[in-house]
T-cell receptor
Framework: NAGVTQTPKFQVLKTGQSMTLQCAQDMNHNSMYWYRQDPGMGLRLIYYSASEGTTDKGEVPNGYNVSRLNKREFSLRLESAAPSQTSVYFC?????????????FGPGTRLTVL | AQSVTQPDIHITVSEGASLELRCNYSYGATPYLFWYVQSPGQGLQLLLKYFSGDTLVQGIKGFEAEFKRSQSSFNLRKPSVHWSDAAEYFCAAGSFNDMRFGAGTRLTVKP
């Protein structure tokens, strides 16, 4: 049981390049989330997927797209990377959408955009 | 606007001393409240959560937190800090689809 896994762990991009961050969970969770973490700030929600086949915007969705490929996988795509997207990205999942759930986080992807 | 404030950016305590980390929230109604811990290079781990009921919540690793509605606070406490508690601590509030995090408090533990 690996929990929430993210690939890659580190990535360096040039401005304008595209890439996809991968996230997978093996806990049979329904809901999955993408956050970004910047220095001096807490995590901010980018997108979430309450269930397979649905996605919704969070607090900071601009510049990103997501795909809920199946129940296990939730990817985050940067179509044209910008230096402002330099951040650490975390994926998380919970069983449902109820408030009593526990959110499990992946180890993060550190992205640098030059 | 909904927000979470952690007034202390960095706290240093001696091993064995008590600890209190402060958290204040601004929401229209009492939100769900959480404390997470993050070790360097790691993801966040849930320490404890409050949804309703008893205002003193027990968590893992010997941590507890007290919800005070009148002060819009949810402070984290530990009676005796261990060197392994050195980490960054985040308070969060809201529903999972609209979670707001504080900026974090970095805890250093002196031997």
């Amino acid at each position: 049981n690996a929990g929430v896994t993210q690939t890659p762990k580190f990535q360096v991009l040039k401005t304008g390049q595209s890439m996809t961050l991968q996230c997978a969970q093996d806990m049979n969770h329904n809901s999955m989330y993408w956050y970004r973490q910047d220095p001096g700030m807490g995590l901010r929600l980018i997108y979430y997927s309450a269930s397979e086949g649905t996605t919704d915007k969070g607090e900071v969705p601009n510049g990103y797209n997501v795909s809920r490929l199946n129940k296990r996988e939730f990817s985050l795509r940067l179509e044209s990377a910008a230096p402002s997207q330099t951040s650490v990205y975390f994926c998380a999942s919970i069983t449902g959408t109820g408030g009593t759930d526990t959110q499990y986080f992946g180890p993060g992807t550190r992205l640098t955009v030059l | 606007a909904q927000s979470v404030t952690q007034p202390d950016i960095h706290i240093t305590v001696s091993e064995g001393a008590s600890l209190e980390l402060r958290c204040n929230y601004s929401y229209g109604a009492t939100p769900y409240l959480f404390w997470y811990v993050q070790s360097p290079g790691q993801g966040l781990q849930l320490l404890l959560k409050y949804f309703s009921g008893d205002t003193l919540v027990q968590g893992i690793k010997g941590f507890e937190a007290e919800f005070k509605r009148s002060q819009s606070s949810f402070n984290l406490r530990k009676p005796s800090v261990h060197w392994s508690d050195a980490a960054e601590y985040f308070c969060a509030a809201g529903s999972f689809n609209d979670m707001r995090f504080g900026a974090g408090t970095r805890l250093t533990v002196k031997p």
